[in-house]
């Protein structure tokens, strides 16, 4: 998929969501809300990505490692959150950048609104009033899309993706979808990296869960062709 496609953004308003797309160079995020916080929220990012790229004038491996990194003292918060997620799976620390951006923003604009998700490149922060559903494109071997549930008592929350099939990051492994749902975004976007990067058969499908398990996710699902694995707080929906 590249980036420009996003097929699955839905800019339908309903009495509950307002949508909106704010875009800030290669940062696109998708905001649905109760109200128009785009203003605000272009500002976050912009302050944000000046600081990812103030550290990477730093720490040129911080931009190209794909494992730990030393962490530099003095660095901002979202290259402590990075640094944080990417050490507990075992990841280079911008495997959990989508996921920082899009948690970090969310925390900024929650006060803002009564329910908020913020999609960037298929990596969810969400806080909930009311139940809500969360649907995986894992690109069509044998699932169209898989439905999660999501309880609202269990956000603020992060799901992200990763996928061998679709989207332009970097995979070593072979599933269809590796989905994370973690309490911090940033941890579910590194965690997903890991877990997508164990399974490369049917038989590493187990093993990649329970991985993902002690990473610190409170929920995985992995698709491989015509399998699922789904492991901790998970529910399936239509």
């Known amino acids: 998929m590249k980036r420009a496609e996003r097929f699955y953004r ?10 909106y797309r704010v875009k800030v160079d290669t940062s696109d995020l998708y905001i649905r809300a109760d109200r128009d916080i785009s203003g605000e929220a272009e500002a976050i990012v912009r302050r944000l990505r000046d600081l990812l790229w103030e550290q990477i004038d730093r720490q040129p491996g911080f931009l190209t490692a794909l494992e730990p990194v030393t962490r530099l003292p003095g660095s901002p ?4 959150m990075m640094y944080d997620a990417s050490e507990r799976a075992g990841v280079g620390p911008m495997a959990a950048v989508a996921g920082a951006v899009a948690g970090l923003a969310g925390r900024e ?10 999609e960037n490149g298929g990596d969810i922060w969400m806080k909930l009033a009311e139940p809500a559903s969360v649907t995986i494109f894992p690109g069509g071997h044998y699932f169209d899309t898989v439905a999660l549930r ?19 990051s970097l995979s070593f492994g072979r599933a269809d979808a590796a989905t994370i749902i973690a309490p911090d975004a940033a941890l579910a976007d590194a965690i997903a990296t890991e877990v997508c990067n164990r399974v490369k058969t049917e038989d590493d499908m187990e093993n990649a869960a329970e991985r993902g398990m002690e990473c610190g996710a409170s ?6 062709r015509d ?6 707080d998970v529910e399936l929906t239509r």
Do not use: F, K, Q
Request: a positive charge; aromatic letters at 6%.
């Open 150 to 168: 999501m309880d609202p008592r269990r956000t603020p929350c992060g799901v992200c993706t990763s996928s061998a099939r679709i989207g332009p």
């Open 10 to 19: 839905d800019y339908t308003e309903t009495g509950r969501w307002r949508s």
């Open 77 to 80: 918060g979202i290259v402590t």
């Open 109 to 118: 604009l929650e006060p803002l609104c009564g329910e908020i998700i913020i």
């Open 227 to 232: 399998r699922l694995v789904a492991r901790g």
């Open 219 to 224: 929920g995985v699902v992995i698709i491989y």
